[in-house]
């Protein structure tokens, strides 16, 4: 997800969370996106999220796809669905399932 498209949902839900996450940028061509860091990961080799969460110690992630995998396995506690329950699953990895933030919000607490 984007913050333009999750700071809505958590503000109408009344949730106070930090996010980090891509940025859009909309442009009269198109939505362009901005990664939050190029730098690649000594895990997977990509430019994945989990630079974003380096030093962090612990913490819950939550996520539902392929960009979520790897930092989804260095979180304390990780929130999953569709693609990203999935592979957790294969790979042996505990998640709890959500299916909106109360889920998530209730696993927190």
């Keep these: ?9 958590l ?8 996010v980090r996450a891509n940025r859009l940028d909309p442009r009269p061509d198109g939505w362009r996106v901005r990664f939050r860091s ?13 630079a974003d969460v380096a ?8 996520g ?3 960009s979520d995998r790897c930092v989804a396995l260095a979180a304390t506690k990780v929130f999953a669905r569709d693609g990203l329950a999935a592979y957790l699953r294969g790979e042996g990895v505990a998640y709890e399932p959500y299916a ?10």
């Design 11 to 18: 503000e109408r839900e009344g949730i106070e969370v930090e």
């Design 1 to 9: 997800g984007f913050h333009e498209l999750i700071e809505p949902v």
């Design 100 to 109: 909106d933030f109360h889920d998530v919000e209730r696993g927190l607490t």
């Design 38 to 50: 190029h730098e690649l990961c000594p895990v997977c080799g990509e430019a994945c999220k989990r």
């Design 55 to 62: 030093g962090l110690g612990e913490f819950a992630y939550v």
């Design 64 to 66: 539902d796809g392929f």
